[in-house]
């Protein structure tokens, strides 16, 4: 499995799907091989005061929900095989932790948006801050 | 002499036959005798099938705590389609209860469990699920 040797190739090539059910049973593969790994994953960053297995799962589902409307085979495929590489990247320790935190765990909106995420006290001081750390993007 | 003794020897061999009794039968039988020495391969050996309504406890509860589920419509009997999961959601529960029972459910039978009762019968047959 992807998490227990390190090195091993997660991303598939070969002959494109076919049918619709082909893709779906192809990122429904892709996705528990991720769940799989997920336990090694947070063994290697120390992951286990941050967050847990459960919500690890839910962030990866998230992820696979914003493409939930795709219906063209060769995206599905060509998603499928760009989530793996990022899967592999993430096994071989070649992302780092603050890359986990930043992109799944806290989320784009909790860097530069909600302050509450980072861990700061809100003592209700100043709304014109709060804002301007929000950004306007 | 020396031809003496093997002539002997062989007449002896030849002599001595024990009898073979074929008598045991082509499939492997648990007889009284056999029973000791039944061969116990790691599942079966450590086989600690659960408890029916712990299992049963168990998966609800894991259903239940899933954030897209309704827990008002978890029953024992309930697809997961009626908790309002989708394909994707069906997927992620199995997943947990693989974490749950810390069990490994192979891809092709994963893909078959898409309601409670499924995922029930599938644990307790389970030989170690924990």
């Not at chain 1, 919500?55 to 085979?73: M, P, Q, T």
């Not at chain 1, 992109?103 to 860097?111: A, V």
């Amino acid at each position: 499995m992807a998490g227990l040797i390190k090195n091993l190739r997660v991303t598939q090539t070969g002959s494109g799907s076919r049918t619709l059910q082909e893709a779906h049973r192809r990122s429904m593969d892709f996705f528990r091989e991720a769940c799989r790994a997920l336990p090694a994953i947070m063994d290697r960053y120390n992951l286990q005061e941050v967050t847990t297995l459960a919500d690890l799962r839910s962030k990866i589902a998230a992820e696979f929900r914003k493409h939930s409307k795709v219906s063209n085979l060769k995206v599905v495929d060509m998603l499928v095989f760009k989530g793996q590489e990022e899967l592999q990247y993430c096994v071989d320790h070649s992302k780092q932790r603050h890359h986990l935190l930043g992109q799944y765990i806290i989320g784009k909106e909790g860097l530069a948006g909600d302050v509450h995420k980072l861990g700061e006290t809100d003592h209700g001081e100043s709304e014109f801050l709060k804002n301007f750390y929000r950004g306007n993007n | 002499m020396r031809h003496a003794v093997r002539a002997l020897h062989s007449c002896v061999l030849r002599r001595l036959q024990v009898q073979v009794q074929l008598d045991l039968p082509l499939k492997a039988s648990v007889t009284p005798a056999t029973r000791w020495c039944r061969r116990m391969f790691s599942d079966e050996a450590h086989a600690t099938h659960l408890d029916r309504g712990e299992v049963v406890a168990r998966v609800l509860d894991v259903v239940k705590t899933h954030p897209k589920a309704d827990p008002t419509k978890v029953t024992e009997s309930a697809s997961f389609q009626d908790v309002g999961l989708d394909s994707l959601d069906t997927v992620e529960l199995v997943m947990s209860i693989e974490e749950e029972f810390a069990v490994a459910i192979p891809d092709a039978v994963a893909d078959k469990i898409s309601s409670c009762p499924e995922a029930i019968e599938y644990i307790a047959s389970h030989p170690s699920a924990k």
